[in-house]
T-cell receptor, first 110, second 116 residues
Framework: TQLLEQSPQFLSIQEGENLTVYCNSSSVFSSLQWYRQEPGEGPVLLVT?????EVKKLKRLTFQFGDARKDSSLHITAAQPGDTGLYLC??????????FGQGTTLQVKP | NAGVMQNPRHLVRRRGQEARLRCSPMKGHSHVYWYRQLPEEGLKFMVYLQKENIIDESGMPKERFSAEFPKEGPSILRIQQVVRGDSAAYFC??????????????FGPGTRLTVL
């Protein structure tokens, strides 16, 4: 059974601080997605990483896929209150379904 | 280009009734997935369908739940004889293909089912 462990589960920081969210598994994934979900809405795709060691940047967000394609991280620089939300990592299996981590609830206080 | 559409957004049913959740994928997408999100939990895969075919239903309860994606029309997730434990948010996602492991799935806004 493929599992994704996401940490931390909750994070409350001040505006301007940096943070990193981790997503770890003992399984290899063909690709990994990061989503952000607002209350009452569906997850919105932020990025997809496919190649081991790949790094992608989206403004203040940096995503990294581990060399062995088993883990990933999301780093946010100078967090802003608008970054508040639920961040989800999801690994794609060869059968098509996504395996989701438990999510990280981020609160950025002004 | 409209995104994934789901309706209804909110659905209230009494125990024993049937719930029908609809999903229209993004234009050009032929792969549809259903996920369930319980309060304070992550999303759990339920079923993966292509037009007229169920590809993977390993996450779907064996009883009371069924899904279809007909040649014409939206995908339907059907829950018969609902129980309180079925209360959750149900999300549909679609993707154009899963070729090469590049499986980007785009999610709808969800249907929030409440069973009284």
């Amino acid at each position: 059974t493929q599992l994704l462990e996401q940490s931390p589960q909750f994070l409350s920081i001040q505006e301007g601080e940096n943070l990193t969210v981790y997503c770890n598994s003992s399984s290899v994934f063909s690709s990994l997605q990061w989503y952000r979900q607002e209350p009452g809405e569906g997850p919105v795709l932020l990025v997809t990483v496919v190649t081991g060691g790949e790094v992608k940047k989206l403004k203040r967000l940096t995503f990294q896929f581990g060399d062995a394609r088993k883990d990933s991280s999301l780093h946010i620089t100078a967090a802003q209150p608008g970054d508040t939300g639920l961040y989800l990592c999801a690994g794609s299996s060869n059968t098509g379904k996504l395996i989701f981590g438990q999510g990280t609830t981020l609160q950025v206080k002004p | 280009n409209a995104g994934v559409m789901q309706n209804p957004r909110h659905l209230v049913r009494r125990r024993g009734q049937e719930a029908r959740l609809r999903c229209s994928p993004m234009k050009g997408h032929s792969h549809v997935y259903w996920y369930r999100q319980l309060p304070e939990e992550g999303l759990k895969f339920m079923v993966y369908l292509q037009k007229e075919n169920i590809i993977d239903e390993s996450g779907m309860p064996k009883e009371r739940f069924s899904a279809e994606f007909p040649k014409e029309g939206p995908s339907i997730l059907r829950i018969q004889q609902v129980v309180r434990g079925d209360s959750a948010a149900y999300f549909c996602a679609s993707s154009p293909s899963i070729a090469g492991g590049y499986n980007e799935q785009f999610f709808g806004p969800g249907t929030r089912l409440t069973v009284l």
